[in-house]
């Protein structure tokens, strides 16, 4: 059997691509794969193509001594440039959105000095208080406990939310900005949007199924005794998915935010 | 009584104040340097050592000369690499100290008996075994047991060493909680130092293999002899076969490492895979997926020499055509944008549909790693059949294998030092993930361009010092030899 030349089995391998290429093309058309994604698809078909022209070449001339070194260099440089323009092709973020988010999150952060000075003041304040109950007299009796309207406005005050108005739409609007703040979207979707894989309850109705305390402890305390799992997600329940650090990152006033905002969901 | 309280507060504020020193070019640019390259080094004196131990092995026990000498010449360059391993260590200290003072003080307090006393032993116990290893291979020719015990004992030292200093690795990763309580080894055994020292070992070993494929390779295309071509034809075929088994192991390797991080926190392991870093991982994808085209381009080349192998062809590039297909699901992302969230006017272009999503999720991503090695395994299969028909002349490999050793060396190292940033990221705007917060302007993740260019940078300045390192304790003394011969 006669072997077939260098430029025969390419012609043959750039038929192939051809008809490949089409099929590919039509069938991911077909079960609805987006566009960017079919080229994508075109780009595998040719560094495919090229491999399989690779395969078949033929041998390459042997370099020795100063050629050897130079053509070394110039394959380093080839392979650099590819693998640094590699990465500038795909999507690129703007850091400056990060920088935004990370100032936000940095508001508790105090720095030593800032800290002796708060400490400082709480001294002062503190000799001040003795000093103060050093020199009054007896304290009066304590007010009696608030009840009925009373309790719940305090109550809806803990919680930062007006009990009888409903919270205000800046209320929730900063709701929804602590939410994006903390990335719950990558478990929790609202509107079908978020995370591909189902991590957490979807929060759609959050706002029909849960009462502002119980967000509260779900969120501070996810695993505190009495806290059951969402029917659906014992599995991720068990395994402790949902992160039980956010009583140390999300403070009063962002809860409230927040709370307002999925209460809003119904 | 109060005013007591002020002394602790006099005395601090006492103290003279020393900011952080400002290069002017990055804080965080000029560590990100010099820690890579201290890791490259150390990756390669912890790598390679592993694989000299089992050629010298080889070599006793099939009596075949020239595992010895493949051996010896790996171990001439890993004393000079040991040299410039120790400077970049004590050049990254002094860089930390001066840039990042109290992260790093606190780094050096959490963990003082494991940097301070157990650290130090340990690299002295590598650097005088590795020395011992290195001297008595002449001495010892004839008690090769004895020699090779020096080498499993500088090869257990060495494995110590990087697990000690994976543990503040690690620990600013996935520190234990709450971290108030949490005792030293509850700080060292952190959620994941285990799959950290694995991941590093097997990746260690595949380093060193890839780098003796390129050593073998530069000394291929410098020798003038036969016989030396032969014996470097050869050794290139070694490093890459103990490179790519090695290889085989490392997706899994990774896969428990990142699996480790979402057990820690699922919001870590989604800003690690699906978020921010999402992205990194197409440029792994195709690093992956180009060392592995690459190990079995080479096999294929080395089948072609071989008499009577043609049969086989057609199943080798069958193997090709999966690997493609593979490395196509592999790299198939579940959106082209930077973050988690697609705005909702681009998400019908550059959004998977939910059908599709599968393609996106792991399993899908590990039938391709799995199918990626079977194919791996069949190929070397295919090539031991075929060598127990065929007669190979070492030698005569088409020359084109030699750029593809390099370009393994060159991939294997530009992986490290792309992945090790992806490792640092994760991390987030934390020095220590939840608890120290990294209050300097360069807290965020840099754009996947960047990171690109500082893995190209770094592995440049690895490449020429190694390349010195090489031609220093190989190429001179040919060249020398040649002359005088």
Redesign the interface.
């Known amino acids: 059997m006669v072997e077939r030349s260098f430029w025969q089995k390419t012609k043959w391998k750039l038929v192939v691509s051809v008809a490949l290429s089409l099929i590919i093309w039509t069938v991911s058309g077909l079960i609805g794969f987006p566009r960017l994604f079919q080229w994508m698809f075109m780009g595998y078909v040719i560094g495919g193509l090229l491999f399989f022209i690779l395969l078949d070449a033929r041998p390459m001339k042997e370099r020795s001594g100063g050629a050897a070194v130079l053509s070394v260099i110039i394959f380093y440089l080839i392979i650099s440039f590819v693998y640094t323009i590699n990465g500038a092709l795909w999507p690129q973020y703007n850091p400056a959105e990060e920088k935004e988010k990370i100032a936000k999150l940095m508001k508790s952060v105090v720095s030593p000095k800032q800290k002796i000075g708060e400490l400082e003041a709480k001294v002062e304040e503190l000799s001040k208080k003795v000093e103060e109950l050093s020199t009054r007299p007896a304290a009066p009796a304590a007010a009696p406990a608030p009840s009925g309207e009373a309790a719940k406005k305090a109550a809806g005050k803990v919680a930062g939310i007006p009990a009888k108005a409903g919270p205000s739409p800046e209320l929730i609007a900063s709701g929804k900005e602590v939410y994006d703040l903390y990335e719950c979207y990558n478990c929790h979707k609202i509107g079908g949007k978020g995370g591909v894989k189902r991590r957490g309850p979807e929060l759609d109705h959050a706002g029909k199924e849960f009462t502002a305390e119980q967000l509260k402890t779900r969120i501070w305390y996810p695993y505190a005794p009495g806290t059951k799992a969402t029917e659906g997600f014992e599995k991720e329940f068990e395994e402790q998915t949902m992160p039980d650090y956010y009583n140390e990152q999300i403070s009063k006033e962002e809860m409230a935010a927040l709370v307002a905002y999925v209460l809003s969901l119904k | 009584m109060?005013?007591l309280?002020?002394i602790p507060?006099l005395a601090?504020?006492q103290m003279p104040?020393l900011p952080p020193v400002e290069l002017g070019i990055g804080n965080r640019e000029v560590v990100w340097i010099v820690m890579q390259v201290h890791l490259l080094f150390a990756a390669f004196i912890l790598g390679a050592p592993i694989f000299v131990v089992i050629c010298e092995f080889i070599g006793m026990r099939t009596k075949d000369a020239r595992y010895d000498r493949l051996a010896k010449e790996v171990t001439k360059v890993t004393s000079i690499a040991y040299s410039l391993t120790a400077l970049f260590g004590g050049f990254a200290i002094l860089v930390l100290v001066g840039l990042y003072p109290e992260v790093t003080s606190y780094m050096i307090r959490r963990f003082f008996p494991v940097v301070a006393i157990i650290y130090p032993l340990l690299f002295i116990g590598e650097t005088v075994t590795l020395y011992s290893y290195w001297y008595t291979w002449d001495i010892w020719k004839e008690k090769k047991g004895r020699h090779l015990a020096v080498g499993i004992l500088l090869n257990l030292f060495g494995l110590a060493t990087m697990f000690a200093i994976n543990a503040p690795t690690s620990f600013m990763n996935t520190p234990p909680?709450p971290l108030a309580t949490a005792t030293l080894w509850q700080a060292i055994n952190n959620y994941t130092w285990m799959p950290l020292n694995l991941h590093r070992t097997v990746g260690n070993i595949t380093f060193g293999g890839f780098i003796t494929g390129l050593i073998a390779a530069?000394l291929y295309?410098?020798s003038?002899k036969d016989e030396d071509k032969a014996f470097y034809d050869w050794m290139g075929f070694v490093g890459n076969l103990i490179g790519i088994a090695a290889l085989i192991a490392l997706p899994l390797m990774g896969y428990i490492y990142a699996l480790e991080f979402y057990?820690y926190?699922?919001?870590a392991g989604?800003?690690l895979m699906?978020?921010?870093l999402s992205?990194h991982w197409?440029?792994n994808g195709?690093l992956t997926g180009a060392t592995f085209?690459a190990g079995n381009?080479y096999i294929?080349l080395s089948m072609k020499r071989v008499e009577g192998a043609n049969r086989f062809a057609p199943y080798v590039?069958a193997g090709?055509?999966i690997i493609?297909i593979c490395?196509?699901i592999w790299?198939?992302p579940?959106h082209?944008?930077?973050?988690?969230?697609v705005p909702?006017d681009l998400v019908?272009?550059?959004?998977?549909?939910p059908?599709?999503?599968f393609l996106?999720?792991m399993p899908a991503k590990n039938t391709a790693a799995f199918l990626t090695v079977l194919v791996t395994l069949i190929n070397y299969l295919l090539y031991r059949r075929a060598l127990k028909t065929g007669k190979i002349i070492w030698g005569r490999i088409?020359?084109?294998s030699q750029?593809v050793l390099?370009?393994l060396g060159?991939?294997s190292i530009?992986t490290m030092a792309f992945m090790g940033s992806v490792r640092s990221f994760a991390r987030k705007?934390f020095h220590v993930y939840?608890y120290i917060?990294d209050?300097t302007p360069e807290?965020?993740?840099?754009?996947?361009?960047f990171?690109?260019?500082m893995?190209?940078l770094i592995?440049?300045v690895f490449?020429i010092l190694v390349s010195f390192a090489i031609w220093l304790a190989l190429i001179s003394g040919m060249q020398k030899k040649g002359k005088e011969g």
């Open positions: 109060i005013p309280l002020l507060i601090y504020a104040e909680r530069y295309m410098a003038k057990k926190d699922a919001s989604l800003y699906s978020d921010r992205m197409e440029i195709v085209l381009f294929w590039k090709f055509i493609l490395n196509a790299m198939t579940r082209f944008w930077p973050v988690m969230q909702e019908a272009r550059l959004e998977l549909p059908h599709l999503g996106a999720l088409d020359f084109i750029y390099i370009f060159f991939t530009w705007y939840l917060k209050t807290s965020y993740t840099p754009t996947l361009a990171t690109t260019a893995a190209t592995t440049w490449f």
